[in-house]
């Protein structure tokens, strides 16, 4: 087959082409091989005019010429189909009346020969005769008409017809599937689910436990006083239900009405209002008014002992009564204290309601612990009574007491009392007589004479030779009253609180046993006590040269109160240390629980203890003790008059003891005991200004106190302790002559 006949076909399928005429050229035509013409140089005065294409006609538009027809002459490109156009279509011609001829493709000679010939127009500069070929229409062909047999057509219609009828059943059997799941296999795990999302529930608070003295009555209480809370979504009436409420909760009108107004659903109207409030608030049975229980934590008993059971704080929890422990047994004891929430389970409706009639569970809450106190209130009482008065009475900053039974530990009282900036006087947030320390002064001396007592250094008459100043270390230590060198007794020394002598018996005792004997009345440990510290004590190894010296007569140590108080309970309780103890009992609702008996362990013989306590009855029936005397009973004990370590500045950098002004400040103290009546004592009073003595200031408190926990425990005088009194010699006539009241502020800070 030839290139013609190939563009026949063509026409015989498109129709006759119309062809434009070859454009004019001077030399050879366009897509002939030859010398090419050169183009015209870029910058000259306008580019080459190209021939302008022949005009054209009626009969060129519809019929091809015989030169147009040649391959050399006019090259087909073979990128872009040759079509006829529109005008030359033949009208009315059915594509569907017989089968479209096939196209066939020009021979690869004749391509090749249009792609040369094309190439060789563009080199010389010129439109080749491609370009001039006709272009084609802008509008798209028709799409042509495939005849479809019906056998097709059937085939087709049946293959989707089966398609859907197997989508439909994989639907339908996973829809079967999952209703088996849901109904049969898995069905208890759905209808759990199901009612899970029906399910709504509220936390019942647990009421903390309470906090009471050893009878019962309540020093701290975890009192019910509900919130009233609103759902205005559920409220009928606002303007009704504010008006009835109003004055009823003492909140005025406009206010509750812009809460009921709300467009959510929960309101709070009134936080912990009483059980009274709420009960009127209840007869109303308003729509949309609720009731939820809180707790609020009370102190009955105006603020009694409030640095021992201290404060809690709200934590903004549903946890226990939505309140924690932060200070005294409230945070020690927080684990028991705090109790267990409950939960209410109950079916809710789409507003998130209650259904009515629906099943609900109960979980109740668990109330905490309660726990019962050694202490006794009426004694609590008295104690910071009397500590506010003495304050006020002697000018001073602070004083501390605490009331005690030897035998068993139990503390019957504990206060501590100071002055404010304003002058205002009252118990402190924290438990001072576990948490202070202070140097004991002359208190101390009964532990020094103790251990020489129990090592068998001493007797209670074994005699010194007392002068009143001695020098250790190139520090001069003196008594109290200048007096000349003296014979005493151990019993005289002690009465007479001398510093010398104490001294002498210490050097005889030496430093390892002295820190033997005051670890072992209980210094420089913690008994346990909630906020207790330790105390002060230096190891042996670290005593300076003057250590000998001061501390057996109570410097260079600090010790609590309580600490002081359980060394003397020792002597009292013939030579046991026994632990001090806070808590009684405690009662989870099932009864009283007594809590172990505190820890104990020998210190001192029986024999030392009764030596020792003939020598504290003569301080107070001829010594400085006088003042705590009680009528009808034996008191023992030894006052105490120690200088304050002060932070600085000093007036004399080498005194530690000096303010800024060269003023001295003094803590001031009496501690023991009533003979045979388990009962123990210690005050001390910071910083008095009437006096700095032990024996003015705490020894008259002293006494006070005894008397009314004698009467209140019922105590009655006990028989003399005659074999006591007998093992302790009489004062010798020098030492009856001493009066310790008066000392000079150039001798030794510690005195009787």
């Known amino acids: 087959m030839t290139e013609r006949d190939d563009f026949d076909d063509l026409d015989e399928f498109f129709g006759p082409r119309t062809t434009r005429p070859a454009p004019r050229t001077s030399g050879r035509a366009a897509g002939s091989t030859g010398t090419r013409r050169p183009a015209a140089p870029r910058g000259s005065q306008g580019a080459v005019a190209r021939p302008a294409p022949a005009r054209r006609t009626a009969a060129a538009s519809t019929r091809r010429t015989a030169s147009a027809r040649t391959a050399s002459a006019r090259p087909v490109r073979s990128d872009r189909p040759v079509r006829a156009s529109a005008s030359a279509r033949p009208e009315h011609r059915s594509l569907t009346s017989r089968p479209a001829p096939a196209r066939r493709r020009p021979s690869a000679a004749a391509a090749g020969a249009s792609a040369l010939g094309a190439i060789g127009g563009l080199a010389t500069g010129r439109r080749g005769a491609i370009d001039h070929a006709p272009r084609p229409s802008r509008r798209p062909l028709q799409p042509l008409a495939v005849p479809v047999h019906p056998e097709l057509v059937r085939r087709r219609t049946h293959r989707r017809l089966i398609g859907f009828v197997l989508a439909v059943v994989a639907v339908a059997g996973g829809l079967g599937a999952k209703l088996t799941d849901l109904q049969i296999t898995d069905r208890e795990r759905w209808v759990a689910y199901g009612a899970k999302q029906r399910e709504g529930y509220r936390i019942l608070p647990a009421a903390r436990g309470g906090i009471f003295d050893r009878s019962g009555v309540a020093f701290a209480l975890s009192v019910p006083m509900p919130d009233v809370v609103a759902d205005p979504q559920a409220v009928e009436h606002p303007k009704a239900t504010a008006e009835a409420l109003a004055p009823i909760l003492g909140i005025p009108e406009a206010t509750l009405l812009a809460k009921l107004s709300k467009g959510n659903r929960y309101q709070l109207l009134a ?6 409030v709420a009960d009127r608030a209840r007869k109303l049975k308003l729509p949309g008014i609720t009731f939820e229980d809180q707790y609020v934590r009370r102190n009955p008993s105006e603020g009694l002992a409030r640095g021992i059971v201290g404060s809690t704080f709200a934590n903004g929890t549903a946890d226990a009564d939505g309140h ?9 004891y927080e684990d028991q204290l705090r109790g267990t929430p409950g939960k209410l389970t109950f079916e809710k409706g789409v507003g998130g309601g209650t259904i009515a009639g629906s099943q609900q569970k109960l979980d109740p809450a668990k109330p905490g612990t309660s726990l019962y106190l050694t202490l006794d209130q009426s004694l609590q009482y008295s104690t910071e009574q009397a500590l506010v008065d003495q304050v006020e009475a002697t000018g001073a900053q602070q004083a501390m007491a605490v009331i005690s039974r030897p035998s068993t530990g139990e503390i019957l009282s504990m206060a501590s009392v100071s002055r404010g900036k304003d002058g205002t006087i009252a118990a402190t947030g924290d438990n001072q007589p576990v948490s202070t320390v202070f140097e004991p002064g002359s208190v101390n001396k009964m532990i020094t004479l103790a251990g020489a007592l129990q090592e068998g250094e001493i007797t209670p ?28 007794s151990a019993t005289d020394i002690l009465v007479t609180s001398s510093n010398i002598g104490t001294i002498k018996i210490a050097r005889q005792l030496g430093k390892d046993k002295i820190d033997q004997y005051l670890r072992a009345f209980g210094f420089g440990q913690s008994s346990g006590l909630p906020s207790e510290v330790a105390g002060i004590m230096l190891p042996v190894d670290k005593w300076s040269g003057t250590s000998i010296g001061s501390i057996p007569i109570g410097q260079g140590i600090s010790v609590t109160a309580l600490q002081m108080l359980s060394a003397y309970n020792v002597i009292a309780n013939d030579g046991v240390y026994v632990a001090p103890k806070l808590v009684a009992a405690t009662d989870d609702g099932s009864g009283k629980l007594q809590t172990p008996a505190s820890a104990r362990r020998r210190v001192v013989s029986a024999d030392t203890a009764a030596q020792m306590t003939g020598m504290l009855t003569k301080v107070v029936s001829d010594g400085t003790g006088k003042p705590a005397a009680i009528q009808g009973y034996e008191a023992a004990g030894k006052t105490g008059t120690a200088r304050i370590p002060q932070k600085g500045p000093h007036l004399d950098p080498a005194d530690a003891y000096q303010d800024a002004a060269g003023r001295y400040h003094y803590a001031s103290s009496f501690v023991g005991f009533v003979a045979g009546a388990d009962l123990s004592i210690i005050v001390t009073v910071q910083e008095p200004s009437s006096s700095i003595y032990g024996s003015d200031v705490a020894a008259p408190v002293f006494s006070q106190l005894a008397s009314l926990a004698l009467r209140k425990e019922q105590i009655p005088p006990p028989a003399l302790v005659q074999a006591s009194r007998a093992a302790v010699p009489e004062l010798s006539a020098s030492a009856r002559e001493i009066d310790a009241e008066d000392p000079g502020p150039e001798r030794e800070t510690t005195q009787g």
């Open 324 to 332: 924690q422990g932060s200070t005294g047994l409230e945070k020690a």
């Open 461 to 488: 008459e074994t005699t010194f030779s007392v002068p009143d100043h001695l020098l250790i270390a190139d520090h001069d230590f003196t008594d109290h009253d200048p007096h000349p060198e003296e014979a005493w």
């Open 271 to 276: 936080p912990t209002v009483s059980n009274a």
